[in-house]
């Protein structure tokens, strides 16, 4: 069983950074493909990052240049670094785990089987 708590959301102007933190319990997080999805106010959630080991990452088109996503499998603890952001970013965000051990990049919600309970994050403009 892998437990996934998020932390880290709030409410922060157009512009502004906020840096969201997944910690992770289980023994299987190094060799996890971890990912970050979100969820805007009636729509569907959508993939937002996702890395593998430390420095294999895949980034939506409408994150990327503005999101990093980095782990320290030291403290079983992923990060979504968010610069730049804007009003369309707000969402609940959601932490996920893909333990298969395949070792894949995969945006595919269903190929994650362990979520976090999201943190909410709101951009005003």
């Known amino acids: 069983q892998v437990q996934l708590v998020e932390s880290g959301g709030g409410l922060v102007q157009a512009g502004g950074s906020l840096r969201l933190s997944c910690a992770a319990s289980g023994r299987t997080f190094t060799s996890s493909a971890m990912g970050w999805f979100r969820q805007a106010p009636g729509k569907e959630r959508e993939f937002v990052a996702v890395?593998?080991?430390?420095?294999?990452?895949y980034y939506a088109d409408s994150v990327k240049g503005r999101f990093t996503i980095s782990r320290d499998n030291a403290k079983n603890t992923v990060y979504l670094q968010m610069n730049s952001l804007k009003p369309e970013d707000t969402a609940v965000y959601y932490c996920a785990a893909d333990t298969s051990g395949a070792l894949r990049v995969t945006v595919t919600q269903s190929e994650y089987e362990y979520w976090g309970q999201g943190t909410q994050v709101t951009v005003s403009a």
């Open positions: 890395i593998v080991w430390r420095v294999n990452t």
